[in-house]
């Protein structure tokens, strides 16, 4: 997920200037990373959490539920388990699932049961993820200015343990504390 990360973040462009990819590079493998354990441990937390949120949103109630209750705060949501790419997976995945269900059903004719039980799954999974989505989305559009503050700080902070080297990750390790 995040080699996934650092190829679209490659791609873009800061400030109207280009990022050079060692740069980028060294923010997403930093100096060591083989052997930090908090390098790893991180990523893969990161990875299961998505997998999650992508295959069974429904662990996630709470989740959902926290994200309603504060919807008026950036840092909260920003904080969720579970990636908003992992919600937004959920969503296309389950809504592709749900459409191959129906076509099965009709096609094949499953046994009423499974196709109740697997519906059922598929659309809580959906309202979930949806929920997740319409919430985290509508803060972004209301609240942009913190969104963008959140997303430098996300951006630019030095991560694992590492102290800061350049100005912008100073700024960033203010602007998280």
């Not at 992508?54 to 926290?66: I, K, L, N, Q, Y």
């Not at 992992?86 to 049961?113: E, F, H, Q, R």
């Amino acid at each position: 997920m995040v080699v996934l990360t650092g190829c679209v973040v490659f791609a873009r462009q800061e400030e109207g200037k280009s990022m050079r990819l060692g740069s980028r590079l060294r923010g997403i493998f930093p100096r060591g990373w083989c052997r930090s354990a908090r390098w790893w441990i991180t990523g893969i937390r990161d990875l299961a959490l998505s997998t999650a949120a992508a295959v069974a949103a429904v662990v996630f109630v709470g989740e959902m539920m926290r994200a309603v209750r504060h919807r008026d705060e950036p840092r909260t949501l920003a904080h969720l388990s579970g990636t908003f790419e992992g919600y937004v997976a959920s969503l296309l995945g389950n809504s592709a699932g749900l459409v191959v269900l129906v076509t099965m059903t009709i096609k094949d004719g499953l046994p009423v049961v499974l196709t109740t039980l697997l519906a059922g799954w598929c659309l809580l999974n959906i309202a979930i993820s949806a929920t997740v989505f319409v919430v985290v989305a509508r803060s972004r559009i209301r609240q942009s200015a913190a969104w963008a503050e959140l997303d430098f700080a996300e951006q630019h902070a030095p991560k694992y343990g590492r102290p800061p080297e350049t100005i912008e990750e100073y700024r960033a390790q203010q602007l998280q504390e």
